[in-house]
């Protein structure tokens, strides 16, 4: 007999991840590293947990009825896959916004599309307006945060226009907040007994990050945490700066505190250490190939600045990162040649 418990349905299944010692990617570094695997999450990402956190918050408040409202986002990748399969098993249409930007940067969407699809979602591509666009190409792209706008504009549009759609707006969501306090940082802090010296992750919408900062720093007020950024496209440049709002507003969006500004403002980051996409890249390979670990860019720009955090603190610490999400999504967005052999 395999295990004690059968699961009612495969929402259950969501969390409870385990997290992982690294050993081989960290050979010479004197600290431990510690991986929460996300990546075995049903549908392959972190965002599973705050699309059941959302989506429940917003049943109970009576905003979503099965099998009549329609759920829509604007999402560059995980999120909106994490909403197309929790919809479809709770039942609900789902409309899923990509950024018309992404498409145009080289980045290829085939297959996040492909597997929303499968999930039931409608893929919509979000132009990107073109005051917008003349802004990322003069800096040669942004983070999803600031391409996603177009594909914001068009949620709130049609939740104005239409009471049966429900906009899950995942930035400024604060379920997407309590879900990782609730559960993603409880987990590591019952899996380290709270004994962990940094926190080490991607600061992306900032929900994964907040949240587990919140869990963490009550059994340890002085937890370290190190935000993670693309080097090329740091999305607190944008929020610290105040364009995001800017667009916002030129756009017709209501002004909404993001999850970022409110990191941004409360001081929660003690460092960002921005990653090269070829680092990042190397990383994920070195964790598929001497860790088993099918993951993909994010996860390895996590590792990677984690290496650099474990180096410092040294010997008897402990540094926990997260890895986000499976690579299989991620295939076909860079040549071959790029790929470390």
């Known amino acids: 007999m395999v295990g004690t418990r059968v699961a009612n349905d495969i929402l259950e299944l969501i969390g409870n991840t385990p997290l992982l010692r690294l050993n081989k990617v960290t050979k010479g570094v004197q600290a431990t590293v510690l991986a929460k695997c996300e990546f075995m ?61 992404w498409g145009t940067k080289g980045y290829r969407l085939d297959e996040r599309t492909k597997i929303m699809n499968c999930f ?73 007994d709270g004994k962990v010296d940094a926190l080490v992750t991607s600061i992306g919408t900032g929900g994964t990050l907040l949240g587990v900062v919140e869990a963490l720093r009550e059994v340890n007020p002085k937890v370290e945490v190190v935000g993670v950024e ?53 990383m994920a390979n070195r964790l598929c190939r001497e860790e088993g670990l099918f993951v993909g860019m994010s996860s390895g720009a996590n590792v990677f600045a984690s290496m650099k955090i474990a180096k410092r603190l040294g010997r008897g610490k402990t540094v926990v990162t997260v890895l986000v999400d499976r690579r299989d999504r991620y295939l076909g967005e860079f040549p071959e040649e790029h790929y470390v052999t």
């Open 41 to 101: 999450n049903p549908s392959g990402s972190i965002k599973d947990r705050i699309a059941l956190r959302m989506i429940e918050q917003a049943e109970k408040e009576g905003k979503l009825r099965p099998r009549s409202s329609i759920i829509v986002d604007s999402s560059s990748g995980n999120t909106g896959t994490a909403l197309a399969f929790v919809g479809s098993v709770r039942g609900y249409k789902v409309k899923i916004f990509l950024p018309e930007e």
């Open 230 to 282: 693309p080097e090329s496209t740091p999305l607190t440049e944008w929020a610290r700066g105040g364009e995001l709002d800017k667009f916002a507003e030129k756009l017709g969006l209501p002004r909404v505190k993001s999850i970022v500004n409110e990191i941004l403002e409360r001081g929660i980051l003690d460092e960002v250490i921005r990653v090269g996409d070829v680092d990042a890249r190397n």
């Open 120 to 192: 039931g979602a409608e893929v919509v591509v979000a132009k990107t307006p073109p005051e917008l666009m003349s802004v990322l190409e003069e800096a040669g792209g942004a983070a999803g945060g600031v391409v996603e706008l177009g594909g914001r504009k068009m949620c709130y549009d049609l939740e104005r226009g239409d009471p049966k759609v429900w906009w899950a707006r995942q930035l400024s969501n604060p379920d997407n907040v309590a879900a990782h306090r609730e559960t993603t940082g409880k987990e590591i802090v019952e899996q380290t």
